[in-house]
Nanobody, 130 residues
Framework: QVQVVESGGGLVQPGGSLRLSCAASVFPLENYAVGWFRQAPGKEREAVSCISSSDGSIYYSDSVKGRFSISRDNAKSTLYLQMNSLKHEDTAVYYC???????????????????????WGQGTQVTVSS
C-alpha cells in the first residue's frame, strides 16, 4: 500500500503561485507512475498532470498547460506541482498518486491512475480568491 502526504496548499490571489509537494512512501520513485489530481466542490476528481515511469514523459490537462509544471525528486521520493498564474477555477483539493500502473501513452496513464487508484491521501486545499 502506497502512502502519500500532500502539502503546500493555501489561499492565493488570482495570478499568484503555489508549489505543492507530495511525499510518497515508495522508492525508487522513478519506477512509479506519478501524478496530480484535483477535485473542486461539486465536481468529480480530474487529472491535472502525470509523469510516466517508462520514459518520463509528461501529460498536462488543457486547463493547466503552460501554467503548471510537474517534477519529482527521486532521491527524496517527492513529487511537486508548481502552479503559476492561478485562476479562480483552479480552486480544489489537490491529490497526488504513485502507482506501478502503465499505459500506452502518458495521457492514457493519467486516466488509468484516476480510475484505479485507491491509496488517496488527505489532499491539500488550494483556494484562489481575491
Amino acid at each position: 500500500q502506497v502512502q502519500v502526504v500532500e502539502s503546500g496548499g493555501g489561499l492565493v490571489q488570482p495570478g499568484g503561485s503555489l508549489r505543492l509537494s507530495c511525499a510518497a512512501s515508495v522508492f525508487p520513485l522513478e519506477n512509479y507512475a506519478v501524478g496530480w489530481f484535483r477535485q473542486a466542490p461539486g465536481k468529480e476528481r480530474e487529472a491535472v498532470s502525470c509523469i510516466s515511469s517508462s520514459d518520463g514523459s509528461i501529460y498536462y490537462s488543457d486547463s493547466v498547460k503552460g501554467r503548471f509544471s510537474i517534477s519529482r525528486d527521486n532521491a527524496k521520493s517527492t513529487l511537486y506541482l508548481q502552479m503559476n498564474s492561478l485562476k479562480h477555477e483552479d480552486t480544489a483539493v489537490y491529490y497526488c498518486a504513485a502507482d506501478l500502473a502503465w499505459d500506452d501513452t502518458v495521457q492514457a496513464l493519467c486516466s488509468t491512475l484516476l480510475r484505479i487508484y485507491r491509496d488517496w491521501g488527505q489532499g491539500t486545499q488550494v483556494t484562489v480568491s481575491s
